[in-house]
């Protein structure tokens, strides 16, 4: 059982967009930065979204991140197949003293 | 080119322990804090471990707490992840991975990821 809580899937056809939400709690999304990552199978996870909105350098417009509360959402437009992936929203937890992560999204772009 | 490389997965029984090593180029190592994370296969990401930049704060999940030891050498731009009496849900690809906070002692930010190194935990 995950800190935080995502849809265990998503999906859209390519060119459209869709969201995944993250819903946690006051002690981590309420009060810390939340960060998104996408995970496709045997690769290393990769950082797309931090302190909420922010997007590092070399991630496409095409991602976006919006927190109210506690809860999170990360945004994908105009999808492509390579955008199928696991993704993942994680956060600081100031109770549990730990980084707590959602149990992931999977993206099917068909 | 920011980078992590771990090492030291393999097979182990329960009970027995294993030492993971990472080590990271790229980067002024002693700015930044350290993770490992793992994936049982199948399952999602879960956090393991956190470890200041200075070694002096370190943090666990409860799964590991008690068992699972991390360290730094900031020398030798290497974390370390100790773990004893290991289980059969300790079998996982083991992530290294750097935080992305330079100013602040702040958490939750991992901007590099390494490929992962595996732990087998069975008899």
């Known amino acids: 059982q995950s800190v935080l809580t995502q849809p265990p899937s998503v999906s859209a056809a390519p060119g459209q967009k869709v969201t995944i939400s993250c819903s946690g709690s006051s002690s981590n999304i309420g009060n810390n930065y939340v960060s998104w990552y996408q995970h496709l199978p045997g690769t290393a996870p990769k950082l797309l979204i931090y302190d909420d909105n922010k997007r590092p350098s070399g991630i496409p417009d095409r991602f976006s991140g919006s927190k109210s509360g506690t809860s999170a959402t990360l945004g994908m437009t105009g999808l492509q197949t390579g955008d199928e992936a696991d993704y993942y929203c994680?956060?600081?937890?100031?109770?549990?003293?730990?980084?707590?992560f959602g149990g992931g999204t999977k993206l099917t772009v068909l | 080119e920011v980078q992590v490389l771990e090492s030291g997965g393999g097979l182990v029984q329960p009970g027995e322990s294993l030492r993971l090593s990472c080590v990271a180029s790229g980067f002024t190592f002693s700015s930044y804090a350290m993770n490992w994370v793992r994936q049982a296969p199948g399952k999602g990401l879960e956090w393991v471990s956190v470890i200041s930049k200075s070694g002096g704060a370190t943090y666990y999940g409860d799964s590991v707490k008690g068992r699972f030891t991390i360290s730094r050498d900031n020398s030798k731009s290497t974390v370390y992840l100790q773990m004893n009496s290991l289980r059969a849900e300790d079998t996982a690809v083991y992530y290294c991975?750097?935080?992305?906070?330079?100013?602040?002692?702040?958490?939750?930010?991992?901007?590099?990821w390494g490929q992962g190194t595996l732990v087998t935990v069975s008899s």
């Open positions: 994680g956060s600081w937890d100031d109770a549990l003293l730990a980084v707590v």
């Open positions: 991975a750097k935080e992305g906070y330079v100013l602040n002692d702040w958490y939750g930010k991992i901007d590099c």
